[in-house]
């Protein structure tokens, strides 16, 4: 008998999928209101200077971490049912159910066997079964109700949120018997672990709470492994000690960042979209290209863009964006699952453009060692280059098919608007300078009274821009029978909301704050704009209303508080949960197994380590989130390249590897057939979810291109740019060269490309963006040097280089290993001594070939030196061509089948060209 099919309730919508589709009654709503913008209170007190102003319910890192998981799994078991909405099936979830209630069985066998032999674990075995068994029964039961929160999951969130906040409220007493847990801890322990993986599999879906299951097996099951990846085992009290009681495995750094940093990134794009600004960044763009080809294609990747630069979430890119531009899309002419699979594939590359990235990307900052300006530093070209070439997609898909744009408000003739153009670039690159410049003088002359004169300056800017947009009439909803918007009272009507991005990027790039100080300055930034923007608006405009419009703003807000705060769920139980899978790596030295293990099945090649990775965080991507995606593969994987690399002679900066990760990381939104993204954009398109992401993954074609090309060319991340001529000819042949890429991959350039021209593109496309691997194979880029000359290279490398030098030591198996290595060195000091030392790296004063000691978690440290080690050379750029030579042939190879294309000139596209029409009604 073959199980009937769900179909998904209509109140299941997409940006459901992270936020929780239960729908209870009022009073468990209001609680549910009430917690959430409790959680964001909480996260802004610790982000800020207060506690430590005030020395009043200062928390410490270990606490809030705590206090941060139990905010997400207590919201989770309210807001998420133990069968998902979408889900057409109930037997997987109804497997899981059986399992857990075998395993529940198993340890009540257990702990009464050891109980009746007077063994100490036995009780704590029993309670762990009878806890698996009250997860199992909803499960087994086959129904959860969307209306209300059934008596189970109150009991869960209670108990899932107590057994957070265990370290909290106990952290003291915990850490006096620290490696010597009671009972009592061992079954909080353990019931905290059971209740999140069960929050995960609701939250997420199965994929991370079986992984991290299998890991967990993998702990207790070392010796009855395989001999390759055997290990001695661990008792249940250690195993628990390291994943629950400690900050290595659930509350690690992985939850760590997501308490940091991500939480008040989230909650910025938050009351930015609902103070409007995601509006105001559609319409901007529409008003900008809607009448070119393609123009709500067009639109759609820059609103998109636009709104990646607050949000680090695909899905709700996807689904705020994809209500205006899908529909449009499909005006001018594109098929449903192509309108679909634009906007996912823009919204995905959201996570790509700085200054809000994915969650993954502040990760990064722990994983690396390295700050969030670097990440950001690094991450800029590949994510510009990316859009660049998505427009370059859209383009010449319309071109294809023959389209046109949406009708212009007002003609004007193409020279007028070039002169408008670079007039109000002009203004914009000198209004920037003069801030910078400006605030710099002020810095100097005011001292601490600059940051009081500051922020009257920044008020003062916020009033006059909000007074510009008041000017301006409310504007008209896009989906009107009208033509497109002008672009001047498109761009003055929202100025106001540029304010709290120069507030984010000026504390990160200019004050070097922390990431979490930063966010928290534009957060409370933001809080005034939602508070004061419609009560101002009200007064300039003197329409009254401002008691109305005042009780607005104080709406807004604190539903921007519960938005965030519910946005951040799945972020914070993903991050929590793959901590289980990097504690039991560091628990059993599960990494240095996969070394050997991957060193054995790609024979050392170092491509095909690439290629495995890619697949394997592909292969994950079909089941998990982009966060704990990038956790699982950055611990697994990421080491693995580097040192794969250098025992290729290829020396690959940590950063590029992780970047690497990350970037097959975002395509867990896309990878059919279960890529969020593309689930929500079909639903918004109203097109198959399979078909509309199997298409978006085309699209994304060019970003998993990318990251080959930055692991063997690393300028193209700005390691080992040094001036500005050199910077332009980066981004100028790297741009040239994925739009050829793009090109080649589409079938289309000037017209419809044949077969050889596609893979003359190809070859046009490899050379412009990896110009150094072909010059490699020409001449050597380092040479090596005596060590003895160590201090001098060190002296005279400038501000932000890379020290390259080969090292020879024993490593933690007694082996004695070769390893050539590059790592970041930061400012430049007087004494190139303590410059090695900031970088970790400690070498005796007086034989200064030889490692004294290696600072943990340090540049050095995380590229596998080790104290003790001799350095046997250092590595100096050669005397060779500029390997921008190459460009030159490329080029001429783009010309000559730009020109045989021209030459043939068929028809624009199979189709007559459509008019231009007008926004439908």
Partial sequence: MTEPERTPPQSAAPQEIETGARHPGTATRGLIFVVAVAWSLFQLWIASPLPDALDWFTVSDTDA????????????????????????????????????????????????????????????????GAALLLVAWPLLRGRDPLDRVPAFDWLYAAVAAFSALYLYLFHETLADRAGAPTEVDLIVAGIGLILLLEAARRVLGPALTLIAAIFLFYTFAGPLMPDLIA?????????????????????G????????????????????????????????????????????????????????????????????????????????????????AVEVASSVNGQLMPPVMGAAAFLMVEYVGISYVEVLKHAILPALIAYIALLYIVHLEACKGGMEGLQRAVGGTLRGRLIAFGLTLTSLIILA????????????????????????????????????????????????????????????????????????????????????????????FMIFIVLTQRPLVALMRGTGGLLQAAWVGVWELFHGFATGARNMIGIGVATAAAGIIVGTVAMTGLGLVLTDVVDTLSGGNLLL??????????????????????????????????ELGAQNDVLIPLIAAHLFVFYFGIMADVTPPVGLASFAGAAVAKADPVRTGVQAFAYSLRTVALPFFFIFNSQLLLIGVDNAFQLALVFLGSLAGILAFTAATQGWFLTRSRHWES??????????????????????????????????????????????????????????????VMFPLGERRDDPLE??????????????????????????????????????????????????????????????????????????????????????A
């Fill in 231 to 251: 290990h001695r085992g661990a008792s249940y009290p250690r195993a628990m000690a390291q994943q629950w009681l400690s900050n290595e495995g659930v509350f």
């Fill in 609 to 642: 380590v690439l290629l495995l990775t890619a697949l394997i965080s592909l292969i994950l991507g079909l089941g998990l989130p982009t966060t704990a995606n990038y956790i699982v593969v950055a611990t697994l994987m990421a080491p693995i390249v580097v």
């Fill in 433 to 524: 300078a003069a801030v910078y410049w400006g605030l710099g003088w002020i810095k100097d002359v005011a001292g601490e009274r600059a940051a009081w004169i500051i922020a009257g300056l920044l008020f003062a800017a916020y009033l006059v821009l909000l007074w510009i947009a008041a000017r301006e009439p409310d504007p008209e909803p896009l989906d009107t029978d009208r033509p497109l918007p002008r672009i001047g009272p498109v761009l003055l009507s929202g100025m106001h909301f540029v304010l709290p991005l120069v507030v984010l990027v000026w504390a990160l790039v200019v004050e070097r704050l922390s990431p979490g100080l930063a966010a928290f300055w534009a957060v409370a």
């Fill in 65 to 128: 971490r705590a206090v941060h998981l139990a905010f997400a799994v207590f919201l989770a078991f309210l807001l998420f049912p133990a069968f998902r909405p979408t889900a057409r099936r109930t037997l997987p979830t109804r497997a899981f159910g059986i399992a857990y209630g075998l395993g529940g069985l198993a340890l009540l066998a257990l702990g009464a066997w050891q109980v009746a032999g007077l063994e100490r674990p036995g009780e704590v075995y029993a309670a762990l």
């Fill in 835 to 920: 410059r090695l030392s900031e970088a970790g790296l400690d070498v005796d004063p007086e034989e200064r070939t030889r490692i004294r000691t290696v600072a943990f978690e340090s540049p050095a440290a995380r590229v596998g030196l080790e104290g003790g080690w001799e350095i046997t050379a250092v590595l100096v750029p050669a005397e060779r061509p500029s390997p921008y030579w190459f460009y030159l042939p490329a080029l001429a190879l783009g010309l000559m089948v730009a020109w045989n294309q021209r030459r043939r000139d068929p028809p624009a596209g199979p189709g007559p060209a459509t008019a231009a029409p007008t926004l439908p």
């Fill in 253 to 340: 750094i992985a939850l760590g960042v997501s308490t940091s940093f991500v939480f008040l990134f989230v909650l910025f794009g938050a009351l930015l979209e609902r103070a409007g600004a995601g509006d105001y960044f559609i319409r901007v763009a529409f008003a900008l290209l809607g009448h070119l080809r393609g123009g709500p294609a067009k639109a759609a990747v820059v609103a998109s863009g636009m709104t990646g630069l607050v949000s680090g979430s695909s899905i709700a890119n996807t689904v705020t964006t994809g209500t205006f531009t899908v529909p449009l899309m499909k005006r001018v002419g594109f098929p449903a699952h192509k309108a679909g």
């Fill in 759 to 820: 893979a003359l593109l190809l070859v046009v496309a490899f050379t412009l963006l990896a110009p150094t691997v072909l010059m490699d194979r020409i001449a050597p880029a380092h040479v090596s040097e005596d060590p003895a000359t160590l201090t001098e290279v060190v002296d005279a490398a400038p501000d932000g280089a890379s020290l390259r030098l080969r090292a020879t030591g024993l490593d933690l198996e007694g082996r004695e290993v070769t390893r050539t």
